[in-house]
């Protein structure tokens, strides 16, 4: 029986390429990602970029009396307790268990490394570990190598290494490189409550001022000089560990990455910037090795441990001493 051409179905002819889709609608999971990697690097943002826009606007304003003696002494206070807290606490005992501390030196530790605001305990020694797994090569997650050659790329490691990384998406997996912390419930506390310690470390220099002065202004200067400019100081410092002493300075004790000691940052890191003999020696309690390399991280271990605060404290044995150039 024949088909009359109104009842025959016209089907078009296929196209040569495939028409475009349109792409999938991203899932709840992807999109909390997004808003967390937006919220995350919104706060990074608002921590590097606001302390010294802060200063800027502050420092005509008060010209003439920019600093008292009283937020000078709550500036270097908030400064000693929090960089011993990074440099005691996050860096030697938790990243590489240089020592082993009675409980409330542990949490006492945790805490003061929380005022520096860097991170929680969790997440800072994950990233460090990473840092000394992959150190100068591909997956270091602050190396300043790797950017290109030639000054532009010289210069564009330096920023990457000093604050570019902060706005990375952290891909570091605190189950992986800190399972004992996460496993610790001390330290786990400490991590989850990192964002109020964060908010602790500038609210209380803040009522300090206007405790002690009885004014609005007392308490405003406080948080810019104890909280806000203290603060930056020793990020920045903190920072300088990863790009400078990537860069610059000598290499006494090993020459397996860019490690370097860098002695002009000795004092205001407490230590730290004997980088290239830590890098020799992870988990050593002490980083400037020789007499004349000022310590003062080893110098606080060496107190804890003679008051029995601090047990199995892993000093440089005379081996390690034997390899190490004067820097």
Not at 105 to 133: C, D, F, P, Q
Not at 182 to 200: E, G, N
Request: net charge positive.
């Amino acid at each position: 029986m024949p088909i009359s051409p109104s009842s025959a179905v016209l089907v078009p002819p296929r196209p040569s390429h495939p028409e475009p889709t349109e792409p999938a609608a991203p899932t709840p999971h992807q999109e909390a990602h997004r808003l967390g990697l937006l919220v995350g690097r919104s706060v990074t943002a608002l921590l590097v970029v606001g302390p010294p826009v802060c200063l800027a606007v502050a420092i005509p304003l008060l010209w003439g009396h920019l600093i008292d003696l009283r937020d000078a002494i709550m500036a270097a206070v908030f400064y000693v307790v929090s960089g011993f807290g990074i440099t005691v606490g996050y860096h030697r005992l938790f990243a590489h268990r240089s020592f082993r501390p009675a409980r409330w030196l542990k949490i006492a530790l945790a805490t003061a490394g929380s005022l520096a605001v860097e991170g929680s305990v969790a997440g800072w020694v994950a990233n460090h570990r990473r840092h000394h797994v992959f150190s100068d090569r591909p997956g270091d997650p602050h190396s300043p190598h790797g950017s290109g050659t030639g000054l532009a790329g010289t210069l564009r490691g330096f920023a990457h290494a000093h604050v570019g990384w902060l706005f990375a998406a952290d891909t570091t997996s605190v189950e992986r490189y800190a399972p004992d912390i996460v496993a610790d419930r001390d330290t786990r506390i400490v991590s989850r409550w990192f964002p109020a310690f964060a908010i602790t470390s500038l609210a209380v220099p803040f009522l300090l001022g206007w405790t002690i002065s009885g004014a609005i202004g007392g308490a405003l200067t406080a948080l810019l000089w104890a909280g806000l400019a203290r603060m930056m100081l020793l990020h920045h410092v903190t920072w300088s560990i990863n790009s400078i002493c990537h860069m610059f300075g000598r290499q006494p004790a090993t020459t397996n990455d860019h490690s370097t000691n860098f002695a002009p940052l000795a004092v205001l890191s407490f230590g730290e910037s004997w980088h290239n003999y830590h890098h020799a020696h992870p988990s050593s309690a002490r980083h400037g090795a020789l007499a004349h390399q000022v310590d003062p991280s080893a110098r606080l271990i060496r107190l804890f441990e003679q008051a029995g605060w601090a047990t199995q404290v892993r000093w440089p044995t005379a081996a390690h001493l034997a390899m190490c150039q004067p820097a």
